[in-house]
């Protein structure tokens, strides 16, 4: 899928349910750095106003989130489409980062400054490690969540093979057609010639519900009546 930008594949505007990879991390190194800022600087306002533009790239999309903004006009068309991946991990660590910009606001204004500043430097810490390695412990703690409302022994113990096409024990995964790491397990299931059916989310999004797909890839080894055995991803 393109949209008429070189090097484009997911519309960063349109393709909600993904997002490149990159433009996360330019909010949280932009994020983490103003709150580290605002620490140095004793500037209370800046904690608040980080919060607000945090809500409100929630509320309203990716248009008015202004670091995302800048990389998906300014940065990505000059260094190209980064890895593309699930875009609710990421978010629900913009909603972690929210929460706790908006306690420290909170307590500025009770004038419990030490707490304040605490909250503000988790967030600092927590968006700049995630900014520099990768590891963003929102997404973590979504993945962590997602595992128990999704499809596990004691949730889903069962895949419908009528649902599936699965005609055999295999693995079944679920997958989005722009999702970057989707497209490395499906070249690895081909590469172990295991037996596999892909479930697109895009197109059935009703076997996404019902079986709590949370993340993709979602990829899980089944019997030949459909009994889940185990989960390889995530």
């Given at each position: 899928?393109?949209?008429?930008?070189?090097?484009?594949?997911a519309d960063p505007y349109r393709d909600l349910d993904v997002i490149d990879s990159r433009g996360p991390r330019t909010n949280q190194a932009v994020i983490g750095t103003l709150a580290l800022v605002a620490f140095?600087?004793?500037w209370e306002w800046l904690p608040a106003l980080l919060a607000l533009q945090l809500a409100v790239g929630l509320a309203l999309g990716r248009r008015f989130c202004l670091p995302c903004l800048a990389y998906f006009e300014l940065i990505q068309p000059r260094f190209g489409e980064g890895p593309i991946e699930d875009s609710r991990p990421p978010r629900f660590a913009n909603l972690v980062g929210l929460v706790f910009l908006g306690g420290a606001t909170l307590a500025f204004l009770?004038?419990?400054a030490p707490v304040g500043w605490t909250l503000t430097l988790i967030v600092a810490a927590l968006a700049l490690l995630a900014a520099a390695t990768g590891?963003?412990?929102g997404c973590e703690v979504y993945k962590l969540t997602a595992r128990l409302r999704g499809i596990a022994a004691k949730h889903v113990p069962r895949i419908d093979p009528g649902d599936v096409g699965l005609t055999s024990a295999g693995v079944v995964q679920f997958t989005h057609p722009l999702c970057a790491d989707c497209i490395e397990w499906e070249r690895r299931l081909e590469r172990?010639?295991?037996s596999?059916?892909?479930i697109d989310v895009s197109r059935?999004?009703?076997?996404?519900?019902k079986y709590g797909i949370a993340v993709v890839p979602t990829v899980v080894e089944v019997s030949g009546d459909g009994t889940v055995l185990g989960r390889l991803a995530p």
């Open positions: 899928m393109t949209n008429g930008m070189t090097g484009r594949q140095l600087a004793g009770l004038g419990v590891l963003c412990a172990e010639g295991r596999h059916v892909s059935s999004p009703e076997l996404a519900r």
